[in-house]
């Protein structure tokens, strides 16, 4: 690839990322995506997509001499992230919308985008690398150098189209580089905090959100315990994600976990610690990246959430569109609508939804 557009989201990882590309002798310009109206800017401080990371990156790419254009996906990011995010939680899920954003926008979207103004590719930020396999010739996306910082999980969804099409230049370096190599080229955002929470839910507040952007209400309902006796009411089935143990409203003298929600019953299920553990997760929607096919069973890793440190297991198909992860210990909180993702090594394997 000769000419590279470079998604810039006004943070430190994606400047350097443009900076980099540019010192090894590529073309380069950058490219920022609003997915807010104007009037959402004022409260997006610690988040990324804010008016005044447009303006940051703007400023990133003046000091290094390159291009910068702005493209607007509100109506996409609406439909495509937002709305799948509410939806999900509705449907007792817990939805990871970087990974919708990733997958419809960033990798799609934008790269479709790059193609049409004469790009060979795009860049990104992301803590990730793409190879080669010269054996299977498939694109393989691979952990970076600094587990620390790996963001393969958001990743698991791109194709070998997109794979091929992406660069990302940070899959050897940590942020402390990046920050020191943007203060010694006097950019602007060298010092500029990580982007925190969900950029639509700057406070955190799921329920608020879902509530104001469906319009929708719902209603209080019963705490169960693991045998279905009644213990209790909760205050909306949107409010609890499994795992939860404060904030549910009511004490019962020991700590309780949220283990189980059925929107039909619109019952929240609550038990100990140990209700928490299963030793299965089967996963639809399925895109697998280092192998074409599931034939028989493989020995993995993988992790059920982001912050997590990845379990030895099986992994096999299930049917013709699913797989499942048998794991050789327990997990925590396998929870519905977050992604599988299951590596051989520091290989992504692939992964998908949780069911």
Not at 165 to 187: C, I, M, S, Y
Not at 262 to 272: C, I, K, M, P
Request: with cysteine; aromatic share 8%; glycine share 10%.
């Amino acid at each position: 690839m000769k000419k590279i557009l470079v998604g810039m989201s006004g943070g430190v990882d994606s400047s350097v990322a443009a900076l980099l590309l540019k010192e090894q002798g590529y073309g380069v310009s950058g490219c920022t995506l609003k997915l807010f109206d104007g009037n959402d800017d004022n409260i997006l401080t610690r988040t990324c997509c804010s008016l005044s990371d447009v303006e940051d990156a703007r400023s990133v790419c003046y000091k290094l001499g390159i291009e910068h254009h702005v493209f607007n996906f509100k109506d996409l990011f609406r439909t495509e992230v937002m709305d799948r995010f509410a939806e999900g939680y509705i449907c007792g899920e817990t939805p990871n919308p970087c990974i919708f954003c990733n997958r419809y926008i960033k990798f799609d979207k934008m790269l479709e985008r790059a193609l049409v103004l004469g790009f060979d590719g795009i860049a990104t930020g992301h803590y990730a690398k793409t190879e080669l396999d010269e054996k299977s010739g498939r694109t393989l996306l691979i952990r970076p150098a600094d587990r620390r910082k790996d963001q393969t999980y958001v990743l698991y969804n791109m194709t070998q189209f997109q794979l091929e099409r992406t660069v990302f230049p940070l899959w050897d370096r940590d942020k402390e580089q990046n920050r020191a190599l943007a203060e010694q080229h006097g950019l602007i955002n060298a010092r500029k905090p990580d982007s925190q929470d969900i950029c639509f839910v700057p406070d955190g507040d799921y329920a608020k959100f879902i509530l104001e952007h469906t319009g929708k209400d719902f209603p209080e309902g019963d705490f169960i315990d693991t045998d279905e006796k009644v213990i209790g009411r909760h205050s909306g089935i949107i409010r609890y994600t499994i795992g939860q143990r404060k904030g549910l409203g009511v004490t019962f003298g020991k700590p309780v976990y949220v283990c189980g929600k059925d929107v039909e019953r619109n019952t929240v299920t609550l038990g100990g610690s140990e209700d928490l553990l299963t030793t299965t997760a089967v996963a639809e929607d399925v895109n697998l990246i280092s192998v074409p096919d599931i034939s028989e069973p493989m020995r993995i890793t993988a992790k059920t959430r982001y912050n997590m440190t990845d379990a030895a297991g099986i992994l096999e198909r299930v049917g013709d569109s699913k797989i499942k992860v048998t794991f050789d210990v327990p997990q925590r909180a396998v929870t519905k609508g977050q992604a599988l993702v299951v590596y051989d090594g520091d290989i992504v394997v692939g992964g998908g939804k949780i069911i």
